[in-house]
């Protein structure tokens, strides 16, 4: 079904750490999203891409996270200090074109934050 | 905000039945997508739609594409690996990001 990488599966970070997961995106794919998925099943859209330019992203990401994704490597997403609300499972998905497309989800990488 | 609506939030069915899914919008919506979700948290995408029906084996979703604020996935003939949560998730109208608004999940069953 889907060719998107994450890594890693699972990250244990302490509170004030710095997290951080990749993604690389089906190939062909310019455009990239991040979501959290928390315990509750709430999805919420973080950010996105297309190419290298971000396109969208919310409020708690522009202050706390640190996002890329540079060419000819995997895209980030970093929080800057880990909070024990950031414990969530982190999706990346990825999709030809900012128009009506498939988005292609990976694995998702679940963080713990103690 | 933009709302998506899902039912039921838990549904457990015999093997061998047929059952209905259901994502209401509270805003017309551009397209929707069906996922599966495992036990590992891998989101399997079911079906894309703008407009109309698809169909693949047991599954088929519709979209209403009238009026564009409702969409179904029918399970026919449901077998035990067709357990897991499934999550509808929908793109509002807006120029230049197609960002998925989720529902909140069924958390289906099946049984022998």
């Known amino acids: 079904n889907s060719k998107v990488i994450q890594t890693p599966r699972y990250l244990v970070k302490g509170q004030g750490q710095k997290a951080k997961m990749r993604c690389i995106p089906e190939?062909?794919?310019?455009?990239v999203f991040w979501y959290q998925q928390n315990k509750n099943n709430e999805f919420k859209f973080l950010i996105n891409?297309?190419?290298?330019?971000?396109?969208?992203q919310i409020d708690m990401t522009e202050k706390r996270f640190s996002a890329e994704c540079p060419s000819n490597s995997p895209c980030s997403l970093e929080i800057q200090s880990s909070e024990a609300g950031d414990s969530a499972l982190y999706l990346c998905?990825?999709?030809?074109?900012?128009?009506?497309?498939?988005?292609?989800f990976g694995p998702g990488t679940r963080l713990l934050v103690l | 905000g933009d709302q998506v609506e899902q039912s039921p939030s838990a549904l457990s069915l015999h093997e061998g039945t047929d059952s209905a899914l259901r994502c209401n919008f509270t805003t017309t919506m551009r397209s929707v997508q069906w996922f599966r979700q495992n036990s590992r948290g891998s989101l399997i995408s079911l079906f894309y739609?703008?407009?109309?029906t698809k169909e693949n084996g047991r599954l088929k979703s519709a979209f209403d594409s009238k009026e564009r604020r409702y969409s179904t996935l029918h399970i026919r003939d449901a077998q035990l690996e067709d357990s897991g949560t499934y999550f509808c998730?929908?793109?509002?109208?807006?120029?230049?990001?197609?960002?998925?608004?989720f529902g909140q999940g069924t958390v289906l069953s099946v049984i022998p």
């Open positions: 190939k062909g794919h310019p455009v």
């Open positions: 998730a929908a793109e509002v109208f807006t120029g230049g990001n197609n960002k998925l608004t």
């Open positions: 739609l703008a407009s109309g």
């Open positions: 891409f297309q190419n290298q330019e971000v396109l969208q």
């Open positions: 998905a990825s999709s030809l074109g900012t128009g009506s497309d498939t988005q292609y």
